[in-house]
């Protein structure tokens, strides 16, 4: 979202930046979005094998003919990495 860092998420001063109730994230989800506690939607069902192969993405099945998929909440971010 707006304002966020992509590395470690929602900064500490949320005075600048959006909070949304939902993400969605192209191709693969982006770091920050551990710390993101909302519904969150993936859409990269376009990956070609051999890309998620190449950088090491562990993506989700997409069932039937959908183009996206509800991701479950990701684990917090630990106090070390935030």
Same mark, same amino acid.
């Given at each position: 979202?707006?304002?966020?860092? #992509?590395?470690?998420?929602?900064?500490?001063?949320? $005075?600048?930046?959006?909070?949304?109730? /939902?993400? #969605?994230?192209?191709? &693969?989800?982006?770091?920050? &979005?551990?710390?993101? $506690?909302?519904?969150?939607?993936?859409?990269?069902?376009?990956?070609?094998?051999? /890309?998620?192969?190449?950088?090491?993405?562990?993506?989700?099945?997409?069932?039937?003919?959908?183009?996206? #998929?509800?991701? @479950?909440?990701?684990? @917090?971010? $630990?106090?070390? &990495? &935030?």
């Amino acid at each position: 979202p707006a304002g966020w860092d #992509v590395e470690n998420g929602k900064p500490k001063d949320e $005075s600048y930046c959006l909070d949304p109730e /939902m993400l #969605v994230s192209l191709t &693969a989800p982006k770091p920050f &979005a551990r710390a993101y $506690s909302g519904v969150h939607y993936l859409a990269g069902r376009f990956i070609p094998s051999r /890309m998620q192969f190449n950088f090491k993405l562990q993506l989700p099945e997409f069932p039937g003919t959908k183009n996206f #998929v509800e991701l @479950p909440p990701a684990a @917090p971010l $630990s106090e070390e &990495a &935030a």
